[in-house]
C-alpha cells in the first residue's frame, strides 16, 4: 500500500491548567493508504509538531515531516524503519521533527497491522503479549493530606503499584518532601510499590536529590525518577552510587534511540522510562528494549495521554514478561479518556492486557474527539499550508 | 531591564533548493527592553520554531517559550542562564524549544553588551578575542572536476584551510568519494588543511565510513565530520581507534550542552562542533568550551547563515587562542550576505576578527531583511497567535 495522506488533529480541553498533567491537550495522527486508516499520537506540542509536518523546506536536511512519509510505500515491517530513517535524514535539522515522527510511526503499526491483521506485538517479533502489573500514575497532593487521600484512593481501587510527582515535591523543603513521601507510603499500605517521581526539580544538584535519600529508602521506594535532567547523566550516576535500594529512573526525554542507551550506559539507572510518542515511535521504543534487556535494565513505558498512547508504549516491551510494570494515568481529564473507543482497563486481577486486535487496537471516538478538535490554520506568504482537516466518519 | 518584546521575522529566498546550503532562509530575532533592541538569530526550520514560541501551553512544563522570557528582568549575566533555565524547565516536553531558545538567548547578549558597552566575549569573561583561521566552509561539487575548480577557487581567494561536505559524497562508490577527495587536495595544493564533512551520510555503518579512511589519510585530511548520526557514538568510537591521523569532529546536532559533552566523553571526537543558534545559545556553548579545553578537544564553532551567527558562534571560544581554526561559509545565498550591516570578512593576513563593538557587533539592514521577510499568519481557534511584525526602523 501507498501512503496517501498524513493528517493531524489538534485536541484540547477549553482550558489548559498550569499544572502537570500531561492529558489535557494531544495530537491525533491519521494517515491514509489505499482504503485504510492508520491512527497514531504524538506526546507533543501539537501546534509545534503540526508546523513541523508542513513547514517549507530549509534545505535538503531540514524538510517538512510530511515530505518524508508521503507517497512511501508501506508493505512491510522494514518499510516502517526505512520511512523513519527518511524522516531522520530529510529533517535532520528539524529539532521537532522526532516528536512528530513518533505518532506518525504508530499510525503506520497501526495500518500495517490492519493489513496483516495482526497486533503490534506479533509484528515485531514477540509471540504473546504478557500482562503488566499498573501502577497508578498522579501528581502529588498540594499538601501531605491531599497525597495521603489519594493514596488511599488508588489502593482501594485495586492498584498494586502508585507512583507520586511533580507538583510541590522537591520545591519547597527537605522535612515537607518527607512529608509527602511519607504520606503517599502510608495511604498504599506496607505492601504496595511506591514510586516517586521529580521531574527534573532538583537539575543536576546531587546534594538536593541526596536530602531526599533518607525517608525515600525509609519509606521503600522502588525508584526515583527524573532526580535530573535527563542529560545530566554524570549526576544520576553520583546519585546512583549511594543510593542504595532506591533505584533511579529515567529516559521519558528521549527523543531517538541513542539518547535512551547513553542513558543506560553512563546515568547508572535501574528502570528505563520510554515513551513511544516522543522516542520517535514502536520501533525506535523495540530498540531500546532490547538494550535494556541485554544490559539488565528493567524496561518500563511512559504514558500520560490516551489509551491509543498507552498500548502504543506497551507494544514495545509486550513480550518481556519480567518487565511487569507499567505507567497507567489514573487522573486523566476527560478528554484523554472520551475520545477513543476502546479503553485497557486493569482486569479482575488488577493487571492490563493488550487488546487481543490489530495494531494498537485502540481507536478514535471521531465524534467524542470532534467535540474537541481545535481549528488551525498556517499560512506562510498567503498560502494556506494547513488548516484543520475533517475528521470524517471513518476509523 | 525588563524584556518588553520578543519578535520572530522569518526571512528566506524567493526559492529554496533541495540541496545543502543552510542559507537559504534564516528565522531573526529581535528582543525589547526600555530603549533597547538585542538581536539574535535561531540555526532552526523558522515556522516551526515560530509555532514553538507562540504555541497554546499544553501542561506545566510544555508552555510556549515567549512565556519564559516575557516580562523577565535582564541586568546581569546570570540573568541570561537563569531565564535559559527558565525555558528549559517550562518547555521541557516541548522539543524544539532549544533551537528557538538559541535565537533568543544571543540577543540577551547583545541587549546585555549594549548595556555594558561590552562584546560578548568580554561578558564570558575572555580578556580579549584572538582572530581565527577561517576555512572556507562548502559543498562538494557534482563531480570531482567541479570540486577540483571550488578547491583552487577558495585558494586563489587566499584561504588556507577549506571543507567540502554533502552533495555526493558518501552515497556512491569508494573510488568516486576518493575522486573527490583526491581533487579537492590537489584543488587546494599541499600545504592548506582539507577537512571533509560526510554529514551523517553513512548513518552508523563503521565499515562504510573505514572504507574512505584510506583516501582520506592520504590526502593528509585533518578530520572527518560527522561519518554518523550524532547519537551513534559507539560507532564514531570505533572508526576513531582505527583512523590514525585523520581525527573526528562532530556535535552540531548537540541541542544543548549535555549532548556536546557525551560526544567529547563517548565519541572518541578530537574537534566538537558547535552551533550557538541551535544548542541554546552563547552560555551553553561557553560551557562546552570550557569542557573541550578541560578535556584536550579542539572546539571549533558552526555556523552556516548570517554573520550576525557566525559572531554569536566564535564569541564562545574567541578567548582560546590555541583554538584557531573555524567555519566560514564562502558560497552563502545573497540572503545571508544581504541581512547585515557589518561583515567579519577575513583581514590581509586571511584571518576573521571579532568585531570591536557591543554585543555580538553584528547588525540586520533591515531595508534588505524586508526584502525577504516571509508573512506568516498562525491562528488557533480563530484568534490570531503570530503574524509577522513590522521589522520598523531600528536596530
Redesign the interface.
Known amino acids: 500500500m501507498k501512503i496517501e495522506a498524513v493528517d493531524f488533529f489538534?485536541l484540547?480541553l477549553p482550558e489548559?491548567?498550569?499544572?502537570?498533567?500531561?492529558s489535557?491537550?494531544l495530537l491525533l495522527v491519521r494517515l491514509e493508504a489505499g482504503d485504510r486508516l492508520g491512527w497514531g499520537e504524538c506526546?507533543?506540542?501539537?501546534?509545534?509538531s503540526?508546523?513541523?509536518l508542513?513547514?517549507?523546506?530549509?534545505?535538503?536536511?531540514?524538510?517538512p515531516v510530511r515530505a518524508s512519509v508521503l507517497g512511501q510505500r508501506l508493505d512491510d515491517v522494514t518499510d516502517i524503519s526505512r520511512i523513519s530513517?527518511l524522516v531522520?535524514?530529510n529533517s535532520?535539522?528539524?529539532?521537532?521533527a522526532?516528536?512528530t515522527l513518533s505518532g506518525i510511526e504508530i499510525a503506520m503499526w497501526d495500518l500495517l497491522g490492519r493489513a496483516r491483521d495482526a497486533p503490534v506485538y506479533e509484528l515485531l517479533g514477540y509471540r504473546r503479549a504478557y500482562p503488566k502489573m499498573p501502577y497508578a500514575s498522579q501528581l502529588f497532593g498540594a499538601t501531605a493530606q491531599e497525597t495521603l487521600q489519594k493514596a488511599r484512593s488508588v489502593r482501594d481501587q485495586g492498584f498494586a503499584a502508585a507512583k507520586f510527582g511533580?507538583g510541590p515535591f522537591g520545591n519547597g523543603s527537605v522535612e515537607q518532601d518527607a512529608d509527602q513521601v511519607a504520606a503517599a507510603r502510608e495511604g498504599l499500605g506496607e505492601d504496595a510499590i511506591l514510586l516517586i517521581d521529580a521531574?527534573?526539580v532538583w537539575?543536576e544538584d546531587v546534594e538536593a536529590a541526596g536530602a531526599r535519600l533518607t525517608v525515600l529508602q525509609a519509606c521503600a521506594t522502588t525508584w526515583l525518577e527524573e532526580p535530573f535532567?535527563?542529560?545530566?547523566?554524570a549526576a544520576y550516576r553520583r546519585l546512583a552510587a549511594h543510593s542504595g535500594a532506591v533505584k533511579l529512573a529515567g529516559g521519558e526525554?528521549s527523543?531517538?534511540?541513542?539518547?535512551a542507551?547513553?542513558m543506560i550506559?553512563?546515568a547508572g539507572i535501574s528502570y528505563v522510562q520510554i515513551d513511544a510518542g516522543?522516542i520517535g515511535g514502536i520501533g525506535s521504543a523495540k530498540h531500546v528494549a532490547d538494550y535494556a534487556c541485554a544490559r539488565g535494565v528493567t524496561y518500563v513505558n511512559h504514558t500520560f495521554t490516551t489509551h491509543l498512547a498507552l498500548s502504543a508504549s506497551l507494544q514495545p516491551y509486550a513480550g518481556l514478561e519480567d518487565h511487569i510494570i507499567c505507567e497507567y494515568p489514573v487522573e486523566p481529564a476527560s478528554l484523554a479518556v472520551d475520545v477513543t473507543r476502546e479503553h485497557l482497563w486493569p482486569g479482575q486481577d488488577g493487571l492490563i492486557r493488550l487488546p487481543e486486535a490489530t495494531g494498537p487496537g485502540v481507536t478514535p471516538d471521531l465524534e467524542q474527539a470532534t467535540r474537541y478538535l481545535?481549528?488551525?490554520?498556517?499560512?506562510?506568504?498567503?498560502e494556506l499550508?494547513y488548516s484543520t482537516p475533517d475528521l470524517g466518519d471513518r476509523v
Open positions: 489538534y484540547s489548559v491548567l498550569d499544572i502537570g498533567d500531561g489535557q491537550d506526546e507533543a506540542s501539537p501546534l509545534t503540526i508546523a513541523s508542513v513547514c517549507p523546506m530549509s534545505h535538503s536536511a531540514c524538510k530513517n531522520r535524514e535532520l535539522d528539524l529539532l521537532q522526532d516528536h511533580w521531574g527534573t537539575r535532567y535527563s542529560g545530566a547523566h526525554g527523543h531517538n534511540s541513542y539518547m542507551k547513553h550506559d553512563h516522543r481545535l481549528d488551525v490554520e498556517i499560512r506562510v506568504r498567503g499550508l
